[in-house]
């Protein structure tokens, strides 16, 4: 069974500067992928970056980066010059094996952008 | 390109009715997957389909059902509703995305806020 941990229910950060979101995994299954998820009040959940297990660099995309450290099994989201709105939830999602495409996802973090 | 469509955005109903949650995916995606999310916690898997064949299903009882049609679409369907189902159902639709070292990738839509009285 997959599980993702997020133990950080909320975070406060102040504009341009840099934020990190924790999250933890546990699986058995030498492939998998890990996600990041955004999602403002409206609902909609957005996708920000991708990791795969067997990814030898960390993943960036824009703004996102990605603190993989597989032998602690952690995906980590750095969130740089961190913008107003950037206030959302963040979840943690994991995908399985190639047979198995459902996402598991962790409780998520509030982030909350201050001026 | 349009993202993922669903309707209604929202809905109230009362225990023991019946309602249906339709999801439109974007173009070219052939996996619709369904998810539960109720209020301050993460999603939970519902069901998924591909090509018109479940692919996927999660742990809900037996009063939750699902198809996609042939232009990929797809329906939710929860029967006897119960105070608990009261949540976001989030519909994703999914492609092998560049952004992703070629894997499988969801994209999800607004979601439908039910809410069960």
């Known amino acids: 069974a997959q599980k993702i941990t997020q133990t950080q229910p909320g975070m406060f950060v102040q504009e341009k500067e840099a934020v990190t979101l924790d999250c933890t995994y546990d699986t058995s299954d030498p492939s998998y992928g890990l996600f990041w998820y955004k999602q403002p009040s409206s609902g909609e959940m957005i996708f920000l970056i991708y990791?795969?297990?067997?990814?030898?660099q960390n993943a960036t995309e824009g703004r996102y980066s990605l603190n993989f450290q597989k032998a602690r099994k952690s995906a980590n989201l750095v969130i740089s010059a961190s913008q107003l709105g950037d206030s959302a939830m963040y979840f943690c999602?994991?995908?399985?094996?190639?047979?198995?495409?459902?996402?598991?996802f962790g409780a998520g973090t509030t982030v909350t952008v201050r001026a | 390109d349009a993202g993922v469509t669903q309707s209604p955005t929202h809905l109230i109903k009362t225990r023991g009715q019946h309602v249906t949650l339709r999801c439109s995916p974007i173009s070219g995606h052939k996996s619709v997957s369904w998810y539960q999310q109720v209020l301050g916690q993460g999603p939970q898997f519902i069901f998924q389909y591909y090509e018109k064949e479940e692919r996927g299903r999660g742990n809900f009882p037996d009063r939750f059902s699902a198809r996609q049609f042939p232009n990929y679409s797809s329906e939710l369907n929860v029967n006897a509703l119960l105070l608990g189902d009261s949540a976001l159902y989030l519909c994703?639709?999914?492609?092998?995305?560049?952004?992703?070292?070629?894997?499988?990738?969801?994209?999800f839509g607004p979601g439908t806020r039910l809410l069960v009285l």
């Open positions: 990791q795969g297990s067997y990814d030898q």
């Open positions: 999602a994991m995908r399985g094996p190639s047979n198995d495409y459902k996402l598991s």
């Open positions: 994703a639709s999914s492609v092998r995305a560049v952004r992703s070292g070629g894997q499988e990738t969801q994209y």
